[in-house]
């Protein structure tokens, strides 16, 4: 495929997934400005997924993988914008921990390579998609949140561990354009595919803001126009709609169920099902600066169940209605909460005393889960913000090293440099965390980033002995974990997961 002297080069990842896949639609929509370039493995269902696009005018599609740089090379080359939304996520990567890692490290690694490879690799744009996940669990009272947060993914996701590695392998990596946008639960159509024992992981009063797959497919085709500032680059993003997306997972889950024909939760559902900790999602109060710059926004909570309801098979529409709600309960949902290792009556029945330990507190907070019609779930619109302090005055138009021994202190440790030039946020420090542990990083990926220390980072959550330590880290900690407990879960926590 020529490159046309009047059109821009786009290499779009994940094109076979939700984001990537929208991204594509959204980018052919657009071909009189741009040329694409995507890379899949060559599986059977990625081949069929793809083959509308074969042969298609300004389209090339190349057949390989992303944890060969060799095949991520070949696509970079001659790219103006790379747009990396490729990755094995939650539940397949909790199940698949080493190839998780593999997946959405290794690609992050071999695209930072491939674009350093250019001739001019300044003049490439890298925008990479993080997660929600990287900042764990934060129900109320800090259910609102913003970028520069801790970064304190729930135990045993290893979707979340690696995304934070890849992260910083893009922050770190000395090139001029690049971006992340950390990714919320992307609300697609078909929700059904979202039925799976994971449904329970996560407290009923999680707070959500998500973001419609095609707002999302629309926020990274949009990264790529020219109404893009150079403002935009180098910075860390939350992807969230807005207000007509902040939703409870309760009230989510009872309008799906409406849309879906499956009832009402508190009939088909036990209350004690679900988790009540340890997953993650939160409201932003700074989605709208993403917006601000790409301006993607288009779907709220109702175009969204439309589009489900629009969408669904009619057969599955009338089978819904038609089945008993206790039926739809004991075959389906009870199955789904207690059949597989990874669900959570699972490790109520089977004593798996380290998830229950993670995701309930204890066997005697779990016993102490009200049922639904004891309790409802609070309204939390009403509740104040509550804002992290990231240990340094923000206010300061231009910090510089007494403001980096500032933010040091407050995660429990120092800034070991003894020189910086003022306003540059981007060129490496020296620090050391409360462990003793000496690593390098630049004010932008600490302060703006919200990450520390990467020896202890995840895997091998130390939660409970770093928060003893470091305020920052704690004030996402306490509010729903004891000073007291001393649980420390080991790197290799993840392996009692089923493999899939």
């Not at 040091?408 to 540059?424: I, Q, Y």
Request: hydrophobic content about 40%; charged content about 25%; aromatic content about 10%.
């Amino acid at each position: 495929m020529a490159q046309r002297t009047n059109k821009k080069t786009v290499f779009v990842t994940g094109t076979t997934g939700s984001m990537g896949g929208a991204a594509l639609r959204e980018l052919m929509s657009r071909r009189d400005r741009f040329d694409i370039v995507t890379l899949a493995r060559p599986s059977a269902k990625n081949r069929m997924l793809l083959e509308p696009y074969l042969g298609q005018p300004g389209v090339r599609v190349d057949w390989g993988d992303l944890t060969n740089y060799d095949d991520v090379e070949r696509c970079v080359r001659g790219a103006d914008y790379v747009l990396h939304a490729a990755a094995l996520i939650s539940p397949e990567a909790d199940r698949k921990p080493a190839q998780a890692w593999k997946v959405n490290v290794g690609s992050a690694e071999n695209i930072v390579r491939a674009v350093k490879a250019q001739p001019e690799p300044d003049a490439v744009k890298l925008v990479t998609v993080g997660t929600v996940a990287a900042t764990g669990d934060r129900l109320a009272p800090i259910h609102w949140g913003r970028c520069g947060d801790p970064l304190k993914p729930s135990v045993y996701d290893m979707y979340a561990c690696s995304k934070i590695a890849a992260e910083r392998i893009v922050a770190e990596s000395g090139l001029r354009h690049w971006a992340i946008v950390r990714q919320t639960f992307i609300a697609i159509p078909d929700m059904t595919t979202l039925i799976d024992p994971i449904m329970f992981h996560q407290p009923i009063d999680t707070c959500i803001e998500f973001c419609t797959v095609a707002d999302s497919g629309r926020l990274l085709a949009n990264a790529c126009e020219d109404f893009v500032s150079d403002e935009f680059w180098r910075g860390f993003y939350n992807i969230g709609g807005g207000q007509t997306c902040r939703v409870t997972y309760h009230e989510f889950m009872q309008r799906a169920f409406d849309t879906l024909g499956f009832g009402e939760v508190a009939k088909v559902t036990e209350r004690n099902w679900f988790a009540t900790r340890n997953f993650h999602c939160q409201w932003y109060e700074d989605s709208d600066d993403l917006e601000s710059h790409l301006r993607f926004r288009s779907e709220g909570l109702d175009d969204l169940l439309e589009q489900v309801a629009r969408t669904m098979p009619r057969w599955q529409r009338l089978g819904a209605r038609v089945a008993p709600q206790r039926l739809m309960k004991k075959v389906l949902f009870e199955r789904l909460a207690s059949a597989t290792p990874d669900a959570p009556m699972h490790w109520i029945k089977h004593r798996n005393d380290m998830r229950v330990s993670a995701f309930f507190a204890s066997y005697e907070d779990w016993a102490s889960i009200p049922a639904w019609d004891s309790a409802r779930p609070r309204d939390l619109r009403g509740l104040p913000r509550v804002r992290l302090d990231h240990g340094y005055d923000e206010t300061k138009a231009v910090l510089g090293l007494d403001d980096m021994r500032a933010a040091a202190a407050f995660r429990g440790g120092e800034c070991t440099s003894g020189a910086m030039d003022a306003g540059d946020a981007f060129a490496p420090l020296g620090w050391r965390c409360a462990f003793g542990h000496a690593f390098s990083a630049s004010p932008n990926l600490v302060l703006k980033g919200g990450h520390w220390c990467p020896e202890c980072a995840p895997p091998g959550w130390n939660f409970d002995q770093e928060a003893k330590k470091n305020p920052f880290l704690a004030q996402v900690w306490y509010p729903n974990h004891d000073q007291d407990e001393s649980n420390v879960y080991p790197e290799d926590c993840h392996r009692d997961v089923a493999v899939g």
